[in-house]
Each structure stands twice: as structure tokens, then as C-alpha cells.
């Protein structure tokens, strides 16, 4: 028989103040006879890593910011599967507190935050919903949205919010914009799909649906009949319309 050294015995239960000994000896304690000995591992695993991608590294942060799980780009808020990105938000920069030094609303400075952490979470693939900015700045939904809205109306963009990526909610608006820079300013799509951050899924299915209403619109059909036929939002097949009756002046 080989007997152990006593520095070995001595030092081999230091390996349960670690975090992976620790996780298996939880599972191996509280379910015995439930899982083997590679199982366990395979979950330890799986655990430290989703731990790992939630809590960033502390010097990843500069002081302002907030690590904050987002939807995944790819994944729906309805979806039984959601996947969540971390991602890291600057609540507040030196651009916000040279804004208040200067006494500027504090609408401006919340309206700038909004749109930052928008496009902050978006550039590392995730997806801000309202309720994530209100949860985040404890402030009103509805008030964000209407600041988000404001912005984009005054710089003819639109953000990379939950509503537009996912195409959840009321993104009328969108749409118009989507189809006046095709129609209108002859944009190719996947220039236009960049400009708006669409997938270029859904402005070719947009531009698809503005051709099914100018049809149906050219042959003098009302709009409770497009609606009946094409199953297209009323009030989006009245804005198609004022881009026709606008700006269309032959055959697109």
C-alpha cells in the first residue's frame, strides 16, 4: 500500500476553499446518489462560467458605469428561451456633469444618457427596453420613451431599442422612416436598413408591404379592404399613403 504524504494530507482539503471544489462538494453534499462525479464537474463548470460572463472583472468598470444584463440581440423578449448579454453602461460620464455645471435641462442630460446607454448596450449585442432605462434611471417608462422618441424625430434616426430590433410594440414611425429613405431618397435597402438599425429582413419585408398597399391604393381600393386583404395596421397603411399621395409621382 502507498501511503500519503502528509503535506499532501495536509494540504488536500485546501482545494475546497476554492470555487469549483466548493460547488461540487455543494452537489455532492445536498444530492447524494443524484449525480456522478463527471456530471458534477460538467455543472461546476457551466456555473463558474455563467458566473464569470454576469460579473465582469471590477477593472473593466470605470467609475459612472454599471455592468447590466440585456436582452441578447438575437434572442425576443417573448421568446421562452431568452438569452441575456452583460454589458457595461455609462450612467453618468464628464459629458453629463459638465452638462449640469453648464445648467442645462435635465431633460437634455437624461435624453443624452438614454440614448447612450442604448447604443452602448447594442455595440456589445445586447438590446435595452424601456423598462430596462427606467429600472436604471428610476424614471417614468412612458417619459423615457417619449425623450427617446424626441430624439430620434429631431435627428431623423432611429435607436437600437427593443421595439425596433425585435419589431415589438409601436414602431409605426419607423416604418414611415424605413420606407420615405427607399421611396423617397432612393436608398439602397441595406443602406437604409443600416441607417435605421434594421435587419435587412425586415426592411425588404416594409419596402414589400409599401408596394402591396401602393397596388391596392392605385386600383382605388379603401383602406378598410387593404387592411382586410394584406393584414396590414391601418394606421401604417395610412402613412404609406401620404408618402404616395406626397412624394410618388409615378409607378414605383
Not at 441595406?190 to 408596394?211: G, M, P
Request: hydrophobic share 35%; proline share 4%.
Amino acid at each position: 500500500m502507498i501511503r500519503t504524504s502528509s503535506t499532501k494530507r495536509n494540504y488536500q482539503s485546501a482545494h475546497d476553499r476554492l470555487l469549483k471544489p466548493a460547488i461540487i462538494n455543494f452537489f455532492s453534499r445536498e444530492f447524494p446518489g443524484f449525480f456522478g462525479p463527471v456530471v458534477i464537474d460538467n455543472i461546476a463548470s457551466a456555473l463558474i462560467e455563467l458566473f464569470e460572463s454576469l460579473c465582469p472583472p471590477s477593472s473593466y468598470l470605470k467609475p459612472g458605469q454599471i455592468v447590466w444584463n440585456a436582452l441578447d440581440v438575437k434572442t425576443r423578449a417573448s421568446s421562452q428561451n431568452r438569452r441575456y448579454k452583460t454589458v457595461i453602461l455609462s450612467v453618468v460620464t464628464d459629458e453629463d456633469i459638465n452638462m449640469f455645471k453648464g445648467e442645462e435641462s435635465i431633460g437634455d442630460i437624461r435624453k443624452r444618457a438614454i440614448v447612450r446607454m442604448i447604443n452602448e448596450a447594442y455595440q456589445q449585442g445586447g438590446v435595452l427596453s424601456t423598462r430596462d432605462l427606467s429600472l436604471i434611471i428610476h424614471h417614468d417608462a412612458s417619459h423615457i420613451s417619449k425623450q427617446r422618441i424626441k430624439y430620434e424625430q429631431a435627428h431623423e434616426t432611429v435607436l437600437p431599442h427593443t421595439g425596433v430590433i425585435h419589431d415589438m410594440g409601436s414602431t409605426i414611425t419607423h416604418k414611415r422612416q424605413i420606407i420615405y429613405k427607399h421611396i423617397v431618397e432612393k436608398k439602397d435597402p441595406l443602406k437604409v436598413a443600416y441607417e435605421t438599425n434594421h435587419s435587412q429582413r425586415a426592411v425588404d419585408r416594409y419596402i414589400k408591404d409599401f408596394h402591396r398597399v401602393k397596388t391596392l391604393t392605385d386600383e382605388k381600393k379603401d383602406v378598410d379592404y387593404i387592411h382586410l386583404v394584406t393584414n396590414i395596421s391601418k394606421q401604417v397603411i395610412k402613412q404609406y399613403q401620404q408618402i404616395i399621395n406626397k412624394y410618388v409621382k409615378e409607378p414605383v
